[in-house]
C-alpha cells in the first residue's frame, strides 16, 4: 500500500480541487480513529474520511455509510465546536511529508479565526491534530506528560512537526548523487533494478518500494539523482487500483500491472480501503461470533459430561433395591454392630453370595431402610437427569447448527441474524445505541437463485430458516442435508413440478451451505413443504420432516446463479 508522500503530494491536489471554499456542515466520529466531516461544496455534499488507523490511514472523500459511534468522543465533541460551519481555505501537503494540512476560516457571532487541522498519516503513529496559531486545540491522540515523548501533544502546548527521517529530500540532487556514487562504488559491480529500488527506498524520504521500483523502471537513460525530483514533483496524476480477480488489493497514482484505471486518487483509496477494511470487519466479528458460539459449545459439553457421569452414579439404583430387600429377609441372621455381613444373592442367574456393608450404629433394621433411601434417591435422579441429558444434547445440537452457520457465511449480511441470535442466548452484550433512539432494521434477504426460470432460496442462519419455513407454500420442495447442519433450501414451484436438474441444483446448494461442504456424495433430503413441521417452543431452526426422499450430490454454491 504506498501511502507514501509521493501519493499524498497528488492526494492533497486532488482535495484541494474538490474542498476548497467548502463548508463543514457535520462531524463525526466512527470510532477511535476514525472522522467523518459532511462538507457542501457549493455544487454537492461529499464526505471526507479522516482515519488514523495504523494499518489504513487516510484522508480522501468516501461514498461508503458508516454508523457513527453511539456517543461522540471528546475530540469530535471539541471539532463541532470549533469547526461547525468553517470554510475549507486550502489543502496542502506540508513539504514532502506524510502530512495533509487543512486550513479553516472559522466565525462565530462574536469573532473568527484561522484554524488548522494536521492529517498525520504515519502508520502507528497516525493522528490528528487541531491547532490555531501553532497551539495544540486537541488532537485525536495525545500523549501523557509522564510518556517522556519528544513531542507534547495536549491542548495548549505548541504543535511540533514529527522529527523528520534521517533520509535525503528526492529534491536533494547533489546529496542523493553523492550517496548513490558512494553506494555504487561500495558494491564494486553495477547495480541492478532492486538493489537500486532498495537503495532509493533506504536512502529517500517519502518514498515506498513500490513508488521507488517505479522511478527505477521509468529513469532508464537519465541520472537518477536528477529523475527522482522530477518525478516526485511533475509525475501526473493516473489513478488505478490494482485487482485480484474482484478484490482490490492495493492503490497507485501511476498505472501497474492489473490495475483498473480510476477517475481520481481519492476514488481508487476509497475503493482500496473499503474492501480491505469490510473483509478485516468481516474475519473479526466472525471470529467473535465464532469464540462465543465455542465457548457456549465446552460449558454443554461440560455440563453434559456432569450429567452423564451423574446417570451413571444413579445406575446403582437397582443394586441398593436389591440390597434392602435381601437384608429385610434376612433380619434375624444379622447380628447389631456387624460391619458387614454375607447373604444368598437370590436376584443373580447364578445365586451366589454378595456382600452388604453396615453401618455400626445402625440396627439392621435401620440399615436396610438406608438402601431403600438410597434407591429411591438415585431413581429420582435418574428422572430428573435422563430428560436434563436429553435437553444438553439438543442445546449441543443447536450450538453445532449456529457454528456451522458461522462457518458457511461469506458476507457481512450472513453475519447479522446470527449475531442477534447470540445476543437473544445471551452470549453478547446487545451494542450500545445511538442517542435518538435505534433505526429500524431491514430483514437480510434470503441467499436467492434463479436456475431455468426457477426461484431457490436459501437461508442463512438458523433465524433465516424459520422465516424461510413460514413464507413457503404447502407444495414448495424442501431441501436438507442428511446428518448434516445445512441451510433449509426451498425451490419455489407455485403448484408445479421439478425437474430433477432443478432438485440437484437445489440440492448442491444445500450440500454446500452444510458441515459437509468439503466432502463428496452429500446426502440431500427433500419433500414437500407440508410434510415438514415446526415442533412447539423448539429451537431456531429446528423441524421434523416425513414423506421424504433423498438424492447424493457434490457441494456447490453456484455463485453465477446468486442474484
Same mark, same amino acid.
Given at each position: 500500500m504506498p501511502q507514501d508522500a509521493f501519493h499524498i503530494r497528488r492526494?492533497?491536489?486532488?482535495?484541494?480541487?474538490?474542498?476548497?471554499?467548502?463548508?463543514?456542515?457535520?462531524?463525526?466520529?466512527?470510532?477511535?480513529?476514525?472522522?467523518?466531516?459532511?462538507?457542501?461544496?457549493?455544487?454537492?455534499?461529499?464526505k471526507l474520511i479522516l482515519s488514523a488507523n495504523a494499518s489504513n490511514a487516510r484522508v480522501c472523500l468516501s461514498l461508503v455509510e458508516k454508523e457513527p459511534a453511539?456517543?461522540?468522543?471528546?475530540?469530535?465533541?471539541?471539532?463541532?465546536?470549533?469547526?461547525?460551519?468553517?470554510?475549507?481555505?486550502?489543502?496542502?501537503?506540508?513539504?514532502?511529508?506524510?502530512?495533509?494540512?487543512?486550513?479553516?476560516?472559522?466565525?462565530?457571532?462574536?469573532?473568527?479565526?484561522?484554524?488548522?487541522?494536521?492529517?498525520?498519516?504515519?502508520?502507528?503513529?497516525?493522528?490528528?491534530?487541531?491547532?490555531?496559531?501553532?497551539?495544540?486545540?486537541?488532537?485525536?491522540?495525545?500523549t501523557a506528560l509522564e510518556d517522556n515523548s519528544h513531542?507534547?501533544?495536549?491542548?495548549?502546548?505548541?504543535?511540533?512537526?514529527?522529527?523528520?527521517?534521517?533520509?535525503?529530500?528526492?529534491?536533494?540532487?547533489?546529496?542523493?548523487?553523492? /550517496? *548513490? $556514487?558512494?553506494?555504487?562504488?561500495?558494491?564494486?559491480?553495477?547495480?541492478?533494478? %532492486?538493489? !537500486? +529500488?532498495?537503495? =532509493?527506498?533506504?536512502?529517500?524520504?517519502?518514498?515506498?518500494?513500490?513508488?521507488?521500483?517505479?522511478?527505477?523502471?521509468?529513469?532508464?537513460?537519465?541520472?537518477?539523482w536528477e529523475f527522482v525530483g522530477a518525478f516526485c514533483e511533475n509525475e501526473p496524476c493516473a489513478a488505478c487500483v490494482q485487482m485480484l480477480g474482484s478484490a482490490a488489493v492495493d492503490f497507485f497514482a501511476f498505472p501497474v500491472e492489473g490495475g483498473v484505471e480510476m477517475p481520481s486518487l481519492c476514488k481508487a483509496e476509497d475503493e482500496f480501503f473499503t474492501a480491505r477494511e469490510s473483509a478485516k470487519g468481516f474475519a473479526?466479528?466472525?471470529?467473535?461470533?465464532?469464540?462465543?458460539?465455542?465457548?457456549?459449545?465446552?460449558?454443554?459439553?461440560?455440563?453434559?459430561?456432569?450429567?452423564?457421569? /451423574? *446417570? $451413571?452414579?444413579?445406575?446403582?439404583?437397582?443394586?441398593?433395591?436389591?440390597?434392602? %430387600?435381601? !437384608? +429385610?429377609?434376612? =433380619?434375624?441372621?444379622?447380628?447389631?454392630?456387624?460391619?458387614?455381613?454375607?447373604?444368598?444373592n437370590w436376584y443373580a442367574e447364578n445365586g451366589g453370595v454378595i456382600k452388604i456393608l453396615l453401618e455400626t450404629t445402625l440396627s439392621p433394621s435401620k440399615n436396610a431402610q438406608r438402601y431403600f433411601k438410597l434407591y429411591n434417591k438415585h431413581k429420582r435422579a435418574r428422572e430428573v437427569l435422563v430428560p436434563m441429558l436429553e435437553k444438553e444434547r439438543r442445546d449441543a445440537e443447536y450450538t453445532d447448527s449456529v457454528l456451522s452457520a458461522i462457518?458457511?457465511?461469506?458476507?457481512?449480511?450472513?453475519?447479522?441474524?446470527?449475531e442477534t441470535e447470540l445476543i437473544g442466548l445471551g452470549l453478547l452484550r446487545l451494542p450500545a445505541q445511538r442517542v435518538g433512539g435505534k433505526k429500524k432494521e431491514t430483514e437480510i434477504p434470503f441467499r436467492e437463485y434463479e436456475f431455468m426460470g426457477v426461484k431457490i432460496y436459501a437461508g442463512r442462519n438458523n433465524l433465516q430458516n424459520d422465516r424461510l419455513l413460514r413464507?413457503?407454500?404447502?407444495?414448495?420442495?424442501?431441501?436438507?442435508?442428511?446428518?448434516?447442519?445445512?441451510?433449509?433450501?426451498?425451490i419455489a414451484v407455485g403448484g408445479g413440478q421439478v425437474c430433477?436438474?432443478?432438485?440437484?441444483?437445489?440440492?448442491?446448494?444445500?450440500?454446500?451451505?452444510?458441515?459437509?461442504?468439503?466432502?463428496?456424495?452429500?446426502?440431500?433430503?427433500?419433500?414437500?413443504?407440508?410434510?415438514?413441521?415446526?415442533?412447539?417452543?423448539?429451537?431456531?431452526?429446528?423441524?421434523?420432516y416425513t414423506d421424504y426422499k433423498t438424492v447424493l450430490v457434490t457441494p456447490n454454491p453456484h455463485r453465477e446463479a446468486l442474484k
Open positions: 492526494l492533497a491536489a486532488e482535495l484541494n480541487t474538490f474542498l476548497v471554499h467548502g463548508k463543514i456542515n457535520r462531524i463525526s466520529q466512527v470510532n477511535k480513529d476514525e472522522l467523518t466531516f459532511i462538507i457542501y461544496t457549493g455544487k454537492s455534499t461529499v453511539p456517543i461522540a468522543p471528546n475530540f469530535c465533541m471539541l471539532l463541532r465546536k470549533h469547526l461547525q460551519n468553517a470554510e475549507i481555505l486550502e489543502v496542502r501537503q506540508y513539504a514532502f511529508e506524510r502530512i495533509i494540512e487543512i486550513d479553516l476560516h472559522c466565525t462565530t457571532d462574536f469573532s473568527e479565526s484561522k484554524r488548522t487541522l494536521h492529517c498525520e498519516l504515519m502508520g502507528k503513529y497516525s493522528n490528528v491534530i487541531l491547532t490555531e496559531n501553532g497551539v495544540i486545540l486537541g488532537a485525536l491522540k495525545t513531542r507534547v501533544l495536549l491542548a495548549g502546548a505548541k504543535y511540533q512537526y514529527p522529527a523528520p527521517q534521517d533520509k535525503l529530500s528526492p529534491f536533494d540532487k547533489d546529496g542523493l548523487r553523492l /550517496r *548513490l $556514487q558512494n553506494y555504487l562504488q561500495m558494491r564494486g559491480t553495477p547495480a541492478e533494478t %532492486e538493489d !537500486l +529500488t532498495s537503495f =532509493l527506498f533506504e536512502n529517500v524520504a517519502g518514498l515506498a518500494l513500490s513508488t521507488a521500483r517505479e522511478i527505477v523502471k521509468r529513469a532508464a537513460g537519465v541520472p537518477l473479526d466479528k466472525k471470529r467473535k461470533l465464532e469464540n462465543a458460539a465455542r465457548a457456549l459449545k465446552k460449558k454443554q459439553t461440560k455440563r453434559m459430561q456432569d450429567v452423564l457421569e /451423574r *446417570l $451413571q452414579e444413579s445406575n446403582k439404583a437397582e443394586e441398593y433395591r436389591i440390597k434392602g %430387600e435381601l !437384608l +429385610t429377609a434376612n =433380619l434375624y441372621r444379622i447380628e447389631r454392630g456387624a460391619r458387614s455381613v454375607e447373604l444368598e462457518a458457511a457465511s461469506e458476507t457481512a449480511d450472513d453475519l447479522k441474524e446470527i413464507v413457503a407454500a404447502a407444495e414448495d420442495v424442501w431441501l436438507h442435508t442428511q446428518k448434516y447442519h445445512s441451510s433449509h433450501v426451498i430433477d436438474e432443478v432438485l440437484l441444483f437445489a440440492a448442491e446448494i444445500c450440500a454446500y451451505y452444510s458441515d459437509g461442504r468439503d466432502g463428496d456424495k452429500i446426502p440431500v433430503d427433500y419433500c414437500k413443504r407440508k410434510f415438514v413441521k415446526k415442533p412447539n417452543k423448539s429451537k431456531a431452526g429446528f423441524v421434523t
